[in-house]
């Protein structure tokens, strides 16, 4: 990205001048053993002064005291490491919150597994009601292959029942489900879905990503106040893990309605950057409206459309420009068509919005590419910060594009130490080159914001933070880490998930890091991610996180 945004961030960290008027906000000295800043003017610091909910100083506890009113609250940490709050830079919040309430396979070794599960779930849900799940993966099964419904079916004959896959990007249906929506053998594919079918052409019970509308319009909806009691209970997981704020990857008009309607009853105790979900009557709406930034005390901002080129890897979704190794003649699905893709973009350079598109194959990373150049080059906005969400396969030729464009890589490191068991058979040995590829994009000049996907991959950030450096699974695995020459300094990736989630959000003025003017956003650990031995950043805990200088979660001691 010509490296203008680490200029940048850099230049956002001068000291404003102190007014009367601030010194008559209460105060607070935080210390801590080390305080981690992601500010190369002060990266490591011994305490910061809170003014208000806002940073007025970081430096050291003497510089501080001199700074702060004789009135200040002292919170003392010994023994203990202080990072900048932690942004998961790509999320889906209701998505989780629902997760939560649903039955939970990840994890499941086996069909058998997953089946039972869903029968304890079916055991205590009244008879002829919906069973929905999510977080199979057939790749930790044996066979790796895709189920089908029969065995689904004969377990629970008397509810309907659709299971996503952990990616969402496809579901099992069993036969009670399929005979409400009506879907037989005659029912066609629609476009950028496919329905898996048999040798006699007669539906699995599989629907790959815009196939499985054909079940999920039959479901019931959950009420304005199921949403609502799952969006809080889903800030509640994340502040626990030690997020203070979201990229919220898609939404409805009405759920971001009442993501306002929380913030403004001071309910809303994470930062969310939402991105509108791309259906036309939503973009054009929120788009007329203009773009609107830190909404309710900067909690709410909707400046960011989100848009589909293509599938998922592990459900064989995901576009490629050739066919996949273990799977000859497909190459995947656009989700969207390219002429759609392009109207968006074009439309959201005029209104002053960022696209952010979702491409995990090279072909998807291609198209989406192609039409950020062509709209840049009808409308050629500087500053415009245009998203690839996930970037997982590209092709060698156009990693440079990334930077050239000046297009923002939107990664999931925990996505790689997930998929590496099986990421190669799909694309095989040369095509691996370009996946999960963060050190090539870095010498670029490109940042890359770092994320979870949650639900798709467990909310803990540490989990991402330590397959960023490592290149291996929680379990420390394999030795030396998967293509290990593409991992991240133990800086870049905190900065991953602090500074460039906030330019990647136009929010680096007052997020991001532990700078003066910038929301006190902080999370205190009980060691230091930055210095213990890697196999040991994954027993650090999350003692307290802090949002705007005050508490929204602390751990309670055993």
Do not use: C
């Not at 910061?48 to 004789?70: C, H, P, Y």
């Not at 205190?524 to 650090?540: G, N, T, W, Y």
């Amino acid at each position: 990205m010509k490296r203008a945004p680490l200029i940048l961030l850099a230049a956002a960290v001068s000291v404003p001048a102190l007014s009367s008027a601030a010194h008559a906000q209460s105060e607070m000295i935080v210390t801590a053993d080390r305080i981690y800043t992601s500010d190369d003017f002060r990266p490591v610091v011994e305490a910061i002064l809170i003014r208000g909910d806002r940073i007025a100083f970081a430096g050291s506890l003497r510089e501080v005291r001199a700074k702060a009113a004789r009135s200040a609250k002292v919170q003392n940490f010994p023994g203990r490491t202080i990072v900048p709050g932690m942004v998961d830079a790509h999320a889906h919040l209701l998505g989780l919150g629902q997760a939560l309430l649903r039955v939970q396979l990840q994890g499941s070794k086996s069909y058998d597994e997953a089946i039972a599960r869903v029968a304890t779930r079916a055991a205590t849900t009244r008879k002829g009601e919906w069973v929905t799940g999510r977080g199979w993966d057939q790749n930790l099964w044996t066979g790796k292959e895709f189920p089908t419904e029969a065995a689904l079916s004969r377990a629970i004959p008397d509810h309907p029942v659709f299971v996503e896959r952990v990616d969402g990007h496809a579901g099992l249906a069993n036969a009670a489900a399929m005979r409400l929506a009506g879907v037989t053998a005659a029912t066609k594919d629609p476009e950028g879905g496919l329905i898996v079918r048999d040798g006699q052409g007669n539906p699995t019970g599989v629907f790959v990503d815009n196939a499985q509308s054909l079940i999920d319009r039959v479901i019931p909806s959950s009420t304005r106040t199921q949403r609502r009691e799952a969006v809080l209970g889903a800030i509640a997981e994340a502040n626990k893990w030690g997020l203070t704020g979201i990229h919220d990857a898609g939404q409805s008009r009405p759920v971001i309605e009442i993501y306002e309607e929380l913030a403004r009853s001071n309910r809303f105790n994470i930062r969310n950057y939402v991105m509108v979900s791309g259906d036309s009557a939503a973009v054009m709406y929120y788009t007329t409206r203009g773009p609107r930034s830190a909404l309710y005390n900067g909690r709410v901002w909707v400046r960011s459309i989100k848009l589909y080129a293509d599938g998922a890897l592990g459900s064989r979704g995901a576009a490629l420009l050739e066919p996949y190794s273990d799977a000859p003649g497909n190459t995947g699905l656009l989700l969207t068509p390219e002429r759609d893709l392009q109207r968006v973009a074009d439309l959201a350079l005029r209104r002053g919005f960022q696209v952010a598109t979702h491409a995990i194959g090279d072909r998807g990373n291609r198209v989406a590419l192609d039409v950020y150049d062509s709209a840049l080059r009808k409308n050629p906005v500087a500053d415009h910060r245009f998203r690839i969400e996930h970037a997982q396969v590209i092709s060698l030729a156009d990693i440079p594009r990334f930077a050239r464009l000046g297009v923002i890589p939107s990664m999931q490191a925990s996505h790689q130490t997930s998929d590496m068991g099986w990421a190669e058979d799909r694309v095989g040995h040369e095509r691996i080159k370009g996946a999960y590829a963060w050190r090539s994009l870095l010498d670029l000049g490109s940042i890359i914001p770092n994320g979870s996907d949650f639900p798709v991959e467990e909310v803990n950030p540490l989990l991402s933070f330590h397959a960023a450096v490592t290149r291996q699974d929680p379990g420390n695995q394999p030795p030396g880490g998967w293509y290990p020459e593409q991992r991240m300094t133990r800086e870049e990736a905190l900065k991953a998930m602090t500074l460039w989630p906030a330019y990647a959000g136009f929010q680096e003025t007052i997020l991001g890091s532990l700078s003066p003017g910038k929301y006190a956003d902080f999370v205190v650990l009980d060691s230091d991610i930055m210095r213990v031995p890697v196999e040991r950043i994954l027993r650090a805990n999350v003692l307290s996180t802090w949002l705007g200088g005050k508490a929204v979660y602390r751990r309670v001691s055993n």
